[in-house]
């Protein structure tokens, strides 16, 4: 396994197109993570690293890690989708460490030489053919690999690895582990059934809601009598974590109306479905899952979203 050499909050400026380009290979992919279109911007620009990517989640596996463990995740901006047709999942975008120079804090971006962020656009692919597209999200599978030995208390030895690198606190450490417990015997004592609904036919009324728009989480039961018995409206599913926001007032962070399906590459339009965030008293909370099982939230800190029908206007 290479030697770590980025931490938690250092300083990194993102190399230039030229350089990132030489690290690509005919797929725009550096051990088969892609650079993708709405990265290039970035290059040039100084950034900290946020997390180092220990673990992540992959949809409908568990926890996977990358071979190299070179990668890192920067309090940058998330991935917009601007050269995905305008999907919305707001994917928190992966770094290869090759990707990105340490800095002294305070350094100056550099100036991007126009035709060289034209080169690298040129060799990034962005669609497999016309259906499939092609993105960090759809090729994490093939980007990441099952951790190494036995599986026992492998969440255990995660966390104690975030703790030695820095990106986590003991105390936070502690804190997570607590509701990490917590949680799981709330599930053995049936906690998750009460989000069993008895529509067969669920139903999803628009409110018209817009970025911005002032909203309160519905309460726990409200939420369920709109849910069939696997926890689901229309196919989208809602988590015990998220319930924990129910009557708790928010602000919508944007509308989702289409989304890249991260196992089959396909766009699936989505309907009268929105995020948030700000939302009061929960921290991050009701913004970002928190992974089922795991100690911790997973670094990709996927959006959650929201039905319309689980919202009410204030």
């Known amino acids: 396994m290479k030697h770590r050499s980025l931490r938690a909050g250092d300083a990194v400026r993102v190399r230039s197109p030229d350089e990132i380009l030489a690290t690509l290979d005919a797929d725009g992919t550096l051990d088969g993570v892609p650079f993708m279109p709405e990265m290039v911007d970035a290059c040039g620009r100084t950034y900290h690293v946020m997390r180092h990517v220990e673990k992540t989640c992959v949809d409908g596996y568990p926890m996977r890690c990358f071979p190299g463990n070179d990668v890192a995740i920067l309090d940058s901006s998330r991935c917009d989708g601007g050269g995905h047709d305008g999907c919305k999942h707001g994917c928190r975008v992966f770094w290869k460490h090759a990707w990105l120079e340490p800095v002294e804090a305070g350094a100056a971006a550099q100036a991007v030489d126009a035709d060289g962020a034209a080169r690298l656009r040129e060799r990034l692919r962005v669609k497999v053919d016309d259906e499939h597209y092609f993105c960090q999200s759809t090729q994490l599978f093939r980007a990441t690999q099952p951790f190494a030995g036995s599986r026992r208390l492998l969440t255990v030895r995660i966390a104690l690895r975030e703790v030695r690198a820095g990106d986590l606190s003991v105390p936070r450490a502690v804190a ?53 018995e696997h926890m689901r409206n229309k196919g989208l599913g809602i988590c015990y974590e998220m319930t924990r926001c129910c009557g708790r007032k928010a602000e919508v962070r944007y509308r989702v109306d289409r989304i890249i399906d991260e196992r089959t590459g396909v766009m699936r339009d989505i309907s009268n479905t929105v995020t948030l965030k700000n939302v009061n008293r929960s921290g991050r909370l009701g913004e970002e899952c928190l992974c089922k099982g795991q100690l911790g939230d997973c670094p990709r800190g996927e959006l959650m979203y929201w039905r319309e029908s689980w919202l009410e206007k204030p």
């Open 176 to 228: 997570l582990l607590s509701r990490w417990v917590v949680q799981r015997w709330r599930r053995r004592l049936g906690v998750d059934e009460r989000l069993r609904g008895h529509q067969r036919q669920t139903l999803n009324p628009p409110l018209g809601l817009n970025a911005g728009d002032r909203v309160r989480v519905k309460r726990r039961a409200a939420v369920a009598a709109t849910l069939n």
